[in-house]
């Protein structure tokens, strides 16, 4: 039968998150709400496309036109999410997905089109030149234990002696859905990375999306948080997403702590996949992973570019961002948290 493409509307999502939940490489980031986020909190344009045969959905592409003054115009599958790409059951729809993708990067005037593929892809079948860069990110996944114990024991000694620590220490955790005290925390830890922070209301519009799979685990010394974290949960996987702790953290092991009581509240609930999510290499959110016993897997994201343009590369690691990367750590946290949200909308 024909393969039609279509664009996406709000009566597809519920099958076409029931194509998403099925498949084997369906993600969390490939469901349909992640329009209505992206547009809601950002303000960008959804391409969001379908393929279908005879009535039935036969690939899904979560696409996102980033148009911005400050870093371009992009088209990115799925910006703000570490997954995405085209969602497909065979190499016909794959490639038609990639095509009408390529297309849209034409008829958009823009300069690249970014697919985060989380797995390993064939993309042989796939029209045009599909670039890859294979150095930057990496993926953490590790299946998780029913029992606590269990858990434990599976991280590293000396990992494990900082979760120890702050048990010790009386640190206590409460899940619920605080997106206020959540942003309080988040804006001072990336504040202190010398990365912009998102504004209060994508937090709270992702609890409220997402409201029935995601929670926030926050970690209180006495009445104090010190660390929290936005979890997102998808079949049998918990995703610890936007997390952070204050400089408090770091002198009781607020934030290994915070990490162990997410997984032994997600093993609780039922998950047995623990995504510690993507990572660059070289940095310290890199090595702390790799220190709880978790081994990097490369993301293979691919790109299809404009004529003369290069692939995005929009992270703390290139060297053009240092000096506003040291200037941003030296900002009061207020002006941080003003200015941050206008920046931060273009480097998702």
């Known amino acids: 039968m024909a393969l039609t493409l279509r664009s996406f509307e709000p009566r597809h999502a519920a099958a076409w998150n029931a194509f998403v939940t099925s498949h084997p490489a369906g993600t969390f980031f490939h ?45 990115v599958s799925t910006p703000f999410c570490v997954y995405g790409g085209p969602l497909a059951g065979d190499a016909e729809a794959t490639a038609a997905l990639a095509t009408h993708a390529e297309a849209l990067r034409a008829r958009t005037g823009a300069s690249a089109v970014e697919f985060r593929h989380r797995d390993p892809i064939d993309d042989t079948g796939l029209a045009g030149a599909w670039l890859a860069r294979p150095d930057l990110y990496v993926t953490f996944r590790k299946p998780i ?18 979760v120890r620590k702050g048990i010790q220490n009386g640190l206590g955790s409460v899940v619920g859905r605080d997106a206020d ?18 504004a209060r209301r994508y937090f709270r519009t992702l609890l409220s999306v997402f409201h029935d799979c995601a929670d926030v685990v926050t970690v209180l ?16 996987e918990v995703l610890p997403y936007y ?35 993507r990572s660059k290499v070289g ?24 004529p003369g343009a290069t692939i995005p590369d929009h ?11 040291a200037a941003w750590k030296r900002l009061p946290l207020p002006i941080a948290n003003l200015i941050g949200p206008p920046i931060v909308r273009g480097l998702g």
């Not at 234990?145 to 900082?162: F, G, V």
């Not at 005290?181 to 998102?198: D, I, K, M, W």
């Open 221 to 236: 010394e006495g009445e104090q948080p010190v660390a929290a974290v936005l979890n997102f949960y998808f079949r049998d």
């Open 315 to 325: 992270n703390p690691l290139n060297p053009k961002y240092r000096l506003f990367i």
């Open 145 to 162: 234990a029913a029992s606590d114990d269990a858990n434990l024991k599976a991280i590293p000694r000396k990992q494990r002696a900082m």
């Open 31 to 75: 469901l349909a709400a992640w329009a209505d986020v992206i547009s809601t909190a950002f303000g960008h344009t959804s391409l969001y496309t379908l393929a279908e045969r005879d009535g039935v959905i036969a690939g899904v592409l979560p696409l996102v036109q980033m148009k911005t003054r400050l870093f371009g115009n992009t088209l």
């Open 181 to 198: 005290t959540l942003h309080g925390v988040y804006a001072e830890s990336v504040r202190n990375l010398g990365t912009p922070v998102f």
């Open 243 to 277: 997390g952070g702790g204050t400089q408090a953290a770091r002198r009781v092991a607020g934030n290994d702590f915070m990490y162990w009581e997410v997984m032994r509240r997600a093993a609780a609930r039922g998950c047995r996949l623990f995504d510690f999510g």
């Open 283 to 306: 940095t310290g959110a890199f090595a702390f992973k790799h220190n709880w016993g978790f081994d990097p897997a490369p993301l293979p994201y691919r790109y299809s570019l404009a």
